[in-house]
């Protein structure tokens, strides 16, 4: 009779829970038992660790009876990454490698019935959780999986890329003897060095639309919410897919809180560390789909664009529920999800990028084509977006169709570099000023940080009356424009700021007159 203890992590959200794998050999009729809330993957271990071990020319130990406990028991386990450490615990508990160097390392990763390593979900997440909780310990992972982790500062990460690269480093070996060389698969993994600058395309590509352009640029500047209506073919979906590129660099905290969302969803890439996502969502995803959910609780778009940009094409396409469910993570930057179970909570400041129709044949107020629907269909098709959901939309912006003659005429404008250096010069001012961008601004803040001026203060509240704002719409009036003076090097908000601003709510509206 033996036992071994094997340290991994389990993934809750953004959680990493520790997780002892307790493995038990004993005398009896031949078996191998996985308990401790395990899913269908992690229970599907029992084939392919069996299968791995016999293949790598080690001893499975087919004359036992196995007892596999991950523990806690409460605590639910999914996907492979509990393989490894249950392999190694199988040839600890049976004398194979030595149990007491085991100690000091965690370890997680999918084993081929080859046994050699694959990938798994969430190793950012673990290093993380090892960084926050100041454990000190070595972390073995798969190839890929150990490059991310080795991203967390200070982390001591190693890459084994066969199952035989692991046990040769925890041989049983005499006191007298030399430690076994490190084998070709494994090895240390450092830190690797980001891309200096992430590529994005170039809003140079967009000829014309000064207006909707300079609408992008105060957006990135503030972090605002944008919602763009116009005919089919105006270049709504050009001009979003080029936003992100507006936006300031990210920090290296910013980077690696949106590289452990995607880690959690299995959608990191070395390749585009530093750069700010942008999701666009079909419009047939669910609410599910949008904010996230299932058991155990995955991250959604909101979250995957952390930091980032979520383009929505076809904004009243989109489920109703799927819609309404967004209005809380625009306040509030982060998402709960709750089961009977299982709660866990995700973050999602990213900044919305709609684009619609004005209506549903998508040309009224068109000059080159006429529209064929009537007034009940155009108020049906707007009334999709219900009033809350548009009062969290800072800046509403009308993108007219160009006539062919103009657009083959048009210049290009400034490009994506020359706008970003604007924005990042006026975030910075508002970061130095109130430590946060101007959208995220709440309650008393606003008064103190916008420095309105008296002249100010009494156009905006005969335009928010005779407009029927509600006090949130005021009060994202303010920030915008707060924005539009950082963008003008304004140390107060003068009216014509507010002026400007109010032009910024009336896209959909102007589309009913």
């Given at each position: 009779m033996?036992l071994?203890?094997v ?5 809750l ?7 002892t794998?307790?493995v038990?050999l ?18 599907e271990a029992r084939?392919?660790v069996?299968c791995a071990i016999q293949?790598?020319g ?11 406990n ?7 386990k ?11 615990g ?5 004398g194979?490698?030595?149990?007491a160097?085991?100690a000091?390392?965690?370890f997680?990763?999918e084993l081929s ?5 694959r ?11 090892l960084?926050?909780?100041?454990v000190?310990?070595?972390?073995v992972?798969?190839?890929g ?13 190693y890459?084994?890329?066969h ?7 925890f041989?049983?070996?005499?006191v007298?003897?030399?430690p076994?060389e490190?084998?070709p ?5 450092t ?5 200096l600058q992430?590529?994005y395309?170039?809003?140079a590509?967009v ?7 300079r ?6 500047a ?12 105006s ?13 300031p ?12 969302v ?11 560390w ?5 999701g ?19 991250p959604?778009?909101?979250s995957?664009?952390?930091h ?9 396409e ?9 209005r809380e993570p625009?306040?509030t930057?982060?998402?709960t999800?709750s ?5 866990a909570e995700?973050?999602?400041r990213?900044?919305l990028i709609?684009?619609?129709?004005p209506c549903?044949?998508g ?17 049906r098709?707007q009334?999709?977006?219900?009033g ?6 800072d800046?509403?912006?009308?993108v007219?169709a ?16 020359q ?19 101007n959208?995220a601004?709440?309650g008393?803040?606003?008064?103190q940080?916008v420095?309105l001026?008296?002249a100010?203060t009494?156009f ?7 407009l029927g ?8 009036a303010l ?8 963008l ?13 601003a109010l032009?910024y ?5 102007t589309?009913l007159?």
């Amino acid at each position: 009779m033996s036992l071994a203890l094997v340290q991994s992590r389990a993934l809750l959200g953004l959680d990493a829970a520790a997780v002892t794998v307790e493995v038990h050999l004993a005398n009896g009729l031949p078996s191998f038992t996985l308990v401790g809330l395990a899913d269908v993957e992690v229970k599907e271990a029992r084939e392919r660790v069996r299968c791995a071990i016999q293949n790598s020319g080690l001893e499975f130990p087919n004359n036992k009876r196995i007892t596999v406990n991950l523990a806690p028991a409460d605590l639910p386990k999914d996907s492979g990454r509990f393989d490894l450490p249950i392999a190694l615990g199988i040839l600890a508990a049976s004398g194979q490698i030595d149990p007491a160097r085991l100690a000091g390392h965690e370890f997680a990763g999918e084993l081929s019935l080859s046994g050699d390593m694959r990938p798994v979900r969430g190793a950012l997440a673990m290093s993380l959780a090892l960084h926050a909780g100041q454990v000190l310990t070595r972390l073995v992972l798969p190839p890929g999986s150990a490059q991310e982790a080795a991203l967390v500062p200070q982390a001591q990460v190693y890459s084994a890329g066969h199952l035989l690269d692991v046990v040769r480093q925890f041989l049983p070996q005499p006191v007298d003897v030399a430690p076994t060389e490190p084998a070709p698969g494994w090895c240390r993994v450092t830190k690797a060095e980001p891309a200096l600058q992430a590529a994005y395309p170039d809003l140079a590509d967009v000829k014309g639309q000064a207006g909707p352009k300079r609408v992008l640029e105060i957006a990135a500047a503030g972090g605002h919410s944008l919602l763009m209506v116009g005919p089919p073919g105006s270049g709504k979906s050009m001009l979003a897919q080029r936003f992100a590129g507006l936006l300031p660099g990210m920090s290296t905290d910013e980077a690696l809180q949106s590289a452990v969302v995607a880690s959690l969803a299995g959608r990191f890439s070395l390749a585009r560390w530093g750069q700010r996502p942008t999701g666009s969502p079909h419009h047939t995803a669910s609410a599910v789909a949008l904010v996230g959910g299932g058991s155990p609780p995955r991250p959604g778009e909101i979250s995957l664009a952390h930091h980032g940009v979520l383009f929505l094409d076809e904004l009243p396409e989109f489920p109703r529920a799927a819609l309404e469910a967004l209005r809380e993570p625009l306040e509030t930057g982060s998402i709960t999800i709750s089961r009977a179970a299982q709660r866990a909570e995700f973050p999602a400041r990213f900044q919305l990028i709609g684009a619609m129709n004005p209506c549903p044949c998508g040309y009224l107020g068109a000059t080159h084509k006429a529209c064929r629907c009537s007034p009940q269909q155009i108020s049906r098709y707007q009334g999709k977006l219900s009033g809350p959901l548009l009062d969290r939309i800072d800046l509403h912006v009308e993108v007219p169709a160009m006539a062919p003659a103009e657009l083959l005429q048009s210049h290009s404008g400034d490009s994506t570099a020359q706008i970003r250096q604007r924005c990042t010069t006026a975030r910075a001012l508002a970061m130095a000023r109130q430590g946060k961008a101007n959208q995220a601004l709440q309650g008393q803040e606003i008064d103190q940080y916008v420095l309105l001026e008296e002249a100010g203060t009494k156009f905006l509240s005969s335009a928010a009356t005779r407009l029927g704002w509600s006090a949130r719409s005021t009060h994202r009036a303010l920030k915008v424009a707060r924005t539009i003076a950082d963008l003008a090097g304004a140390h107060t908000t003068q009216v014509a700021h507010l002026a400007e601003a109010l032009q910024y709510r009336q896209a959909l509206r102007t589309g009913l007159t």
